[in-house]
């Protein structure tokens, strides 16, 4: 993360800005055009109005012809009309582009997420730097919210600022009658001494909003720790699988302590450093944006009325001439203000680009994965060892294994020895440090990664199923082939809880999206995961421990009914339990990060090694768990 507290030279931060405006552009290619119009018209609109109700003024206080009071009314109203409906067809296409702008962010934020290397997507610290940019976006709108919030005031400021200077001229160049006893304003030296007090009085203002923000992003990192806190505790009350346990021991206190303690107080507290901060400053602030504003509207009317008074223009020019003057200072300060901001917003846009900028380490292969109508493929570990990011310890070491698609394979072993650790190198989530891991005699790094991971369907432990539709979940996808998918969740065990659903493919999981969605059971969730993996029809089919959360019995049941319809494709099943190996043909035995066994149940059982030890321990256990029952 940077510094917030160091200043970004201006060079620098328009570097920042100006990618960030073009990225933000390609994304939605409209909305910044649309935004240029909408403030161009609406900047317009109001000039016109100020220049015509000038004209009014000045024919009312002046012969009041009727001619020319008809004239201008009637356009005012024809211009109001016109410019009306031009603003609101500029305002409507802006918001209509405008609307999806936090989801263009999410789009590029997410986009590169699910991009990365997954080594990086599982990395801390790359994990923390996401989270830190998202938590300054919801504090103020720190990074790529705010380039359009203040581009939009950029583009009001810029187009008042030329607006208002084209109707002061007249201002500077209309001359007092000779004679007069306000002659010296005729002078140059007056005009100049006008302006220079102008710009004093309006530089107040910013001054103290530029200490305001800068202040406000240098709280930045301990007010995106308590956003963290309050995104945590805040919601974890509503959370389903955290309910039980909030309610049973009365935790919502403790909640409350954590979430107001902080170093320094939390941000928000009455005690925090932002509420210190608010005080030591927006008192002054408040001072001098009054001092300031009051003091710039009396130089304004003093030196526009003496004018008037000394004969140079009529009354009508006095309302042009103090609007006009007017608008022009408070766009100058907001320009100023509006500028520094985006100086100050560089140093969260370095941030995200440090996050969009971390290369893809892994080699991205040409070869195309043989497909194999046999689905005969062979798989080979050669002295493989791995280490995961940041860690000095070795998860694997020098495992050598080689077995052919087709086959069922277990892997067994304690928790930590290994066993999900392999799947993920086997499925290419991560390159191993040593050695290497080929398919048909291959380096599976020279195969195209896309081409070579969609081989596999792996039912991780952890396996997530979206709050959408059934039949969604089964595709993995928006597009589903119905008899695909039902012949999916009937071979996976789901048949008969199908036939019940009145909606069928089209239930919604949960209730998140729909009332009448139904809330499944682990094990229904088991089958419609399973499901997922046979629709996908890849070669390899993995079980990753998904069903850990199960009794042994209903654990050993679903891997016996997935083993009956996975057919010839390699089926390989995880598991720190040993109930459900009996059937496959081969197993691996994990321990330490090392394969030290392999071969059948039986042959390993007679072998009297690690997974008997394993195998009669788990055994013993059960027994004495069903005979107490």
Known sequence: MSDKSDKMSWGEALRFN???????????????????FKALFQTAFSYVSLFV?????GELAGERRAEKLIFWTV????????????????????EVRAVNFPYNIRRIEDGKYLSMDYSDVEDQRVRDLRDQTRQNGNWTGWGFLRIQREFERLLSSVFNILGAAAMSVGLFLSRVPEGSPYGFLNSPLTALGFLALTVLCAGITPCFNIKMMEGNAALSDKVRFGNRLFSHFGFLKQDPDSMVDYRMYGQNEGFIKYYNWLPGGNPWYSKGPFAQFERRIGGLMKIGAV?????????????????????????????????????????????????????????????IFAFLDIPNKMYQGTLTTEKRRDRKYSVEFKDVSFKYPNSDRWTLRHVSVKFQVGTKLAVVGENGSGKSTFIKLLCRLYDPQEGEILLNGVNIQKYRYDE????????????????????????????????RAVKCLEDAGFGERLKELPD????????????????????????????????????FIVLDEPTAS??????????????????????????????????????????????VEQGTHDSLIAAGGKYKELWEAQAKYYEKKTGNQ
């Open 75 to 94: 356009f005012q109203l024809l211009s109001t009309a016109v410019f009306a409906m031009i603003n609101g067809v500029m305002r409507h296409a802006y």
């Open 504 to 539: 069928g493919l089209e239930t919604w999981l949960g209730k998140d999206f729909d009332e009448d969605g139904i809330v499944t059971s682990g094990g229904e969730r088991q089958e419609i995961a399973i499901a997922r993996a046979l629709y996908k029809d890849a070669p």
């Open 53 to 57: 109700t000038a004209r009014l003024i």
């Open 291 to 351: 001092f300031g504003e009051k003091l710039l509207l009396c130089v304004i009317y003093l030196f526009v009325c003496l004018k008037a008074l000394g004969g140079a223009f009529g009354l009508g020019e006095v309302t042009q001439y103090v609007g006009a003057v007017t608008k022009f200072i408070s766009a100058f300060t907001q320009s100023i203000t509006i500028l520094n901001n985006f100086r100050i917003n560089a140093k969260f846009l370095k941030d």
């Open 452 to 483: 070579y991971i969609a081989i596999f369907s792996v039912v991780f432990q952890d396996f997530w199923l979206m709050p959408h539709k059934l039949g969604q979940n089964v595709a993995g996808s928006c597009d589903v082939d119905e008899k």
């Open 550 to 595: 199960l009794d042994p019995i209903a654990e050993a049941e679903i891997y016996q009914n997935f083993d009956n319809i996975v057919g010839d494709r390699t089926a390989i099943y995880i598991s720190h339990r040993l109930s459900s190996c009996r059937f496959c043909r081969e197993i691996l035995v994990f321990a330490d990060g090392r394969i």
């Open 18 to 36: 100006l990618r960030a405006i073009k990225l933000l552009n390609s994304q939605n290619r409209l909305m910044f055009p649309y935004m240029v």
